[in-house]
């Protein structure tokens, strides 16, 4: 595997790792709890945070119909922890099995979004991957505090 996508993986990994961390030890009430009306869940969270890097991957780069239901990911409750990180360990693992194929070349080759029409290239996919995960994981870490601030309360 080219170094680039080796150094891909390793980032995403460490951000799976720390949305793990989060919700580790968590009972299923504080993984579907909101903070507030209209904000998203830490299952929410982390099944869009699947969705969207299988999506990428699967449907934009490697051309593979990954069959998504966008608005699923935003209905789901009761899942455990372990459910969650399992989730991450697979989409890892589909990640690093489509980026084996890649050459430093396809970085530059132009894909089309299924979804809204737009060329892109690989490249911009890897680092909108790594963007998205990163900003929900965020968003799970802020209401891992929020949840664990109103708890002791």
Same mark, same amino acid.
């Given at each position: 595997?080219?170094?680039?996508?080796?150094?891909? &993986?390793?980032?995403?990994?460490? &951000?799976?790792? +720390?949305?793990?961390?989060?919700?580790?030890? &968590?009972?299923?009430?504080?993984? +579907?709890?909101?903070?507030?009306?209209?904000?998203?869940?830490?299952?929410?969270? @982390?099944?869009?945070?699947?969705? @969207?890097?299988?999506?990428?991957?699967?449907?934009?780069?490697?051309?593979? +119909?990954?069959?998504?239901?966008?608005?699923?990911?935003?209905?789901?409750?009761?899942?455990?922890?372990?459910?969650?990180?399992?989730? &991450?360990?697979?989409?890892?693992?589909?990640?690093?099995?489509? #980026?084996?194929?890649?050459?430093?070349?396809? #970085?530059? @080759?132009?894909?089309?979004?299924?979804?809204?029409?737009?060329?892109?290239?690989?490249?911009?996919?890897?680092?909108?991957?790594?963007?998205?995960?990163?900003?929900?994981?965020?968003?799970?870490?802020?209401?891992?505090?929020?949840?664990?601030?109103?708890?002791?309360?």
């Amino acid at each position: 595997m080219q170094k680039i996508f080796e150094d891909f &993986l390793k980032n995403l990994n460490d &951000l799976h790792d +720390d949305v793990r961390s989060a919700i580790d030890g &968590l009972p299923r009430s504080a993984l +579907d709890w909101t903070p507030y009306p209209d904000f998203n869940s830490i299952s929410v969270l @982390a099944v869009h945070i699947v969705g @969207a890097e299988r999506y990428w991957i699967s449907d934009v780069v490697a051309g593979i +119909d990954s069959n998504r239901d966008r608005d699923s990911e935003f209905q789901v409750h009761d899942l455990d922890p372990d459910d969650l990180a399992d989730r &991450l360990s697979e989409s890892w693992a589909f990640l690093q099995s489509v #980026l084996t194929g890649l050459t430093k070349e396809d #970085l530059g @080759a132009m894909r089309i979004s299924p979804r809204n029409g737009k060329e892109i290239t690989v490249s911009w996919v890897l680092g909108h991957v790594l963007k998205h995960t990163a900003l929900h994981g965020g968003h799970i870490q802020i209401t891992r505090q929020l949840w664990d601030n109103q708890s002791k309360g």
